[in-house]
């Protein structure tokens, strides 16, 4: 029977947070979903939890179609990072049973294998360049064959992205810093002009050094204005980059029409999108190159297909979001689309600590700078419960950025 039997929240904070859904059917089949939303994570499991666990009990598990539907349409209250997470969560569960009722990896219930791997992207960062090209280095080392390159500005104490960690199970590079013990988000000085002054020199000396064959990418945050982001792009352009991510805020998409006149920098953006009606001008108007949205906080498996297949009739490429705040099942998720898709463009990859191993134990494998989810049925990640109740949810932010004159900019 793939009656639905019960569903549980799994929170648990091996590193940092992760917010999971189990979904078990009545012949003791068990599904996993990653609901994991950074620095809100706790209203994504109450949601689950309260509004949304309550209406999958005696579900058919194999209509995932309509299960989603019924889940977001029900609600009246539609979209948005919290419920679309939530419905993410059934949707990756479910997918994750039927796959292995077929017994057969999730991959093939998406049409079968397009490619033999996904490009995978590391992310090297440095205070100065020095340390950049340390940076690059041990994420050659780790295998990658693509990276995203993040500086230190002269003058900022902090900056997005850069960390002094190199890529490793030992020492991960923690994107977002959300999970700490302290009671207030850290707050980041931020200056656009230099970092537009520095930008380009950092990106120069990496060219220099490592050749013109490596492929690079660079995310703005969301920090600049349409203007901004076209000196910007325009700056990049003899360097070459694989995409330049994020460079407007995420509300207005036709702020991208002035940059794509400015500049033929390929552009990627939406990893705070999480629907597909969220990309209609983006992708309508080939404002984009690459869409970023992740499984987790775009609906799952289904929603995600249908935005690959959307950006598909317009020539645009997928780059789905993988920082570690995805956790391994949303990644696992990705893994099987990534292999799937035949509009695929490279997959960020951060690995995860050792710690969310323990707790996630996946069988996706990384070979020669290409990601696969491997051959296990279903999703592929078995979830270690107990090694999950040894480490308790910690409250955590994401930093906030303010200009030198104390008013609050995108972090
Ligand atoms: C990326 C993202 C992340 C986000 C993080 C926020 O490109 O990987 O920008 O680093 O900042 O996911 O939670
Ligand atoms: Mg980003």
Do not use: C
């Amino acid at each position: 029977m793939t009656i639905i039997k019960s569903a549980e929240v799994i929170v648990t904070s091996p590193g940092r947070n992760f917010v999971t859904l189990q979904i078990t059917t009545e012949d003791g089949t068990t599904g996993l979903g990653d609901a994991t939303l950074n620095g809100r994570e706790l209203a994504v499991a109450v949601y689950l939890a309260d509004h949304v666990i309550p209406l999958l009990k005696g579900r058919d598990a194999m209509n995932i179609e309509d299960t989603w539907q019924y889940l977001y349409r029900g609600a009246y209250w539609r979209r948005g990072p919290v419920t679309m997470a939530a419905i993410a969560a059934v949707d990756m569960a479910l997918w994750d049973i039927k796959a292995k009722v077929a017994e057969l990896p999730m991959y093939q219930l998406l049409g079968g294998q397009s490619r033999t791997g996904a490009l995978a992207y590391g992310h090297a960062s440095g205070r100065d360049t020095e340390e950049l090209h340390d940076s690059i280095r041990a994420n050659l080392e780790a295998g990658f064959k693509a990276i995203r390159v993040q500086s230190g500005i002269p003058g900022a104490d902090s900056v997005y992205g850069v960390h002094s960690n190199a890529p490793t199970a030992d020492a991960p590079a923690t994107p977002a810093g959300a999970r700490a013990s302290r009671v207030l988000p850290e707050v980041e000085t931020w200056d656009t002009r230099a970092y537009l002054r520095h930008v380009p020199t950092e990106i120069e000396s990496v060219r220099h050094e490592f050749g013109a064959e490596l492929p690079l990418l660079h995310d703005a945050h969301h920090r600049l204005t349409p203007r901004e982001a076209a000196q910007l792009g325009r700056s990049l352009e003899p360097f070459d980059l694989f995409w330049l991510e994020d460079v407007t805020p995420i509300e207005d998409p036709t702020a991208l029409r002035y940059v794509r006149e400015h500049t033929t920098t390929p552009l990627a953006i939406g990893e705070v999108l999480n629907s597909v009606h969220d990309y209609q001008t983006l992708v309508t108007e080939r404002l984009v190159d690459y869409v970023r949205s992740a499984v987790t906080h775009t609906g799952g498996i289904t929603h995600l297909k249908k935005l690959a297949d959307f950006a598909s009739i317009y020539g645009v490429r997928t780059g789905f979001h993988g920082p570690t705040d995805v956790s391994p099942v949303g990644q696992a998720a990705h893994l099987h689309l990534d292999l799937a898709l035949h509009n695929f463009g490279i997959q960020e990859y951060m690995i995860h600590s050792e710690a969310t191993a323990e707790v996630f134990e996946t069988s996706f494998r990384f070979e020669d700078g290409l990601l696969h989810p491997g051959e296990r049925i279903g999703l592929g990640v078995e979830i270690d419960r107990e090694a999950a109740r040894r480490h308790a949810y910690e409250p955590g932010y994401l930093p906030v950025a303010r200009l030198h004159d104390g008013s609050v900019h995108d972090w």
